[in-house]
């Protein structure tokens, strides 16, 4: 036990210490809910396609090799931090067995990450088939336009958008921001609005109507 504190904790070991702790903060973030969030946000971010000028805006065949669309986002860059930590732990304990003295942290990193990057595509590819919805992740967010979302954090107003979460038609959450598309609306926590467009990043919605009527139980 002593030898892994001492590697974990020497200067040249930093990179894999913290990739490893980042890993244990993802999952603690998971484990309350707001990997969610984190998680949706970049997912609603990804658009592998292409751009005005007919280019292609992402290398979608590398993206594809790395594993990347093929997981959802958080789990697939916790996968790669735990194999960059373990692969840069396990090669500075084994290099300093061999020659007497720890390795520089920035040569032993660049080593790991190159071993790290094709392994997480390699371990991401086939655990994207046994989770077949997510490798659907990457969609054009203009195709949330039309879909029921609930605000989940603040109070939209005119000029004051506020944190929304919508599923897409592949059964995926994302999270966005909106606000009304009338002026003299206002969407408070829990609500549900129908998103009607999107000018950039922020969707405008429409009241459902039914937020306010008595429930009957």
């Not at 971010?45 to 594809?64: E, K, Q, R």
């Not at 989940?152 to 959450?173: C, E, L, M, W, Y």
């Not at 609306?185 to 937020?211: C, M, N, P, T, Y």
Request: hydrophobic fraction near 50%; proline fraction near 5%.
């Amino acid at each position: 036990m002593s030898t892994v504190i001492e590697l974990l904790t020497q200067p040249e070991s930093l990179p894999f210490s913290v990739a490893l702790a980042v890993v244990a903060l993802l999952a603690v973030l998971q484990l309350v809910g707001l990997g969610d969030v984190l998680g949706g946000e970049v997912d609603a971010d990804v658009d592998v396609g292409v751009d005005a000028n007919g280019d292609m805006a992402i290398d979608a065949g590398l993206l594809s090799l790395l594993g990347i669309g093929r997981v959802p986002f958080m789990m697939w860059l916790m996968i790669l931090l735990s194999l960059f930590g373990v692969i840069g732990l396990a090669g500075q304990h084994f290099l300093e067995a061999l020659t007497g003295a720890p390795w520089s942290a920035l040569l032993v990193s660049a080593g790991s990450a190159a071993v790290s990057l094709p392994a997480t595509g390699a371990i991401s590819r086939p655990l994207g088939r046994v989770l077949p919805k997510d490798e659907t992740t990457a969609i054009n967010v203009s195709a949330l336009v039309g879909r029921e979302a609930e605000v989940v954090i603040g109070t939209a107003s005119a000029g004051n958008p506020a944190r929304a979460k919508v599923t897409d038609h592949f059964g995926q959450t994302h999270y966005v921001m909106l606000e009304p598309d009338n002026a003299d609306q206002r969407f408070v926590q829990s609500e549900k609005v129908l998103i009607v467009r999107r000018e950039g990043e922020l969707f405008k919605a429409i009241a459902r109507g039914d937020h306010y009527l008595p429930r009957l139980d």
